[in-house]
C-alpha cells in the first residue's frame, strides 16, 4: 500500500474516533452498568385516580384526547413523549420516551384509571439513549457510530496489514476473533 493511501486510512480511523469517543464512552457506561441491573430511575412520579366514564380507550388518538386535558387540569404542563404504546394484557396505555413516560393504568372500576406521569432521572435518560427511545437524531447518530465504529476496526485491520511486521500477527488475531465468535454462537454461551 502507497504511504499516501497508508496516511489516508490513518487520518479517516483517527477523525471518526475522535468525532465519536464521546458518544462511545456514553455506550460503553451505560451497556455495563446496565449488565449488572444499575438502570437509573424515576426522577419524579406523580399519580392522580381519574374518572374515565367510557373506560380507556384503545386508539391513540383518542387516549390523547383524554389524556392531554387531564394533563393540563392536573398542573402537569409535561409534553407527551414520542412512543405510543398499548400492553393489552394489563391493557396499561401510554406514551414513553427518554425524558419520561405518561399512562394510564386501569383500575377494578372500569371507569376508573391511575394517570401515571414520570420524569426520568439522568442516568436512566442515557441508559433509553442506550436503548435507542431518544428518538431520531440519536437513532441516527447511533447508527453512524456503529457505522464508524466498523471503519474504524476494518481501517485499523487494514493499516496493520499493510505494515509488514504487524501483517501476521494480525491475521493470526483476525482469525482467532472469528474462532472464538464462532465457538461462542455455536456452544450459545
Known amino acids: ?9 490513518i487520518k479517516l480511523h483517527t477523525y471518526f474516533s475522535c468525532f465519536f469517543l464521546p458518544l462511545a ?5 451505560t451497556g455495563m452498568l446496565h449488565m449488572m441491573d444499575v438502570d437509573g430511575g424515576v426522577r419524579s412520579e406523580k399519580q392522580f385516580e381519574v374518572t374515565l366514564p367510557d ?10 384526547a383524554i389524556m392531554l386535558p387531564l394533563m393540563r387540569e392536573k398542573g402537569q404542563d409535561m409534553t407527551l413523549p414520542a412512543d405510543y404504546y398499548y400492553e393489552p394484557k394489563e391493557r396499561y396505555i401510554g406514551w414513553y420516551g427518554y425524558k419520561g413516560q405518561v399512562y394510564f393504568e386501569p ?8 394517570l401515571h406521569i ?15 427511545h431518544a428518538g431520531p437524531i440519536f437513532w441516527v447518530v447511533g447508527l453512524l457510530f456503529g457505522l464508524s ?15 509488514p511486521m504487524f501483517r ?16 461462542g454462537i455455536t456452544l450459545g454461551v
Do not use: C, N
Open 55 to 64: 373506560g380507556i380507550p384503545e386508539a391513540e388518538e383518542d387516549v390523547r
Open 1 to 9: 500500500m502507497k504511504s499516501r493511501t497508508r496516511f489516508l486510512w
Open 107 to 114: 383500575l377494578a372500576e372500569p371507569e376508573k384509571a391511575i
Open 118 to 132: 414520570k420524569k426520568h432521572d439522568f442516568w436512566h435518560q442515557f441508559l433509553l439513549i442506550h436503548k435507542g
Open 168 to 183: 501476521r500477527t494480525s491475521i493470526v488475531f483476525t482469525l482467532l476473533g472469528v474462532v472464538a465468535l464462532t465457538v
Open 25 to 29: 464512552i456514553m455506550y460503553l457506561a
Open 149 to 163: 465504529l466498523l471503519f474504524s476496526l476494518v481501517s485499523g485491520l487494514v493499516i496493520a496489514i499493510a505494515v
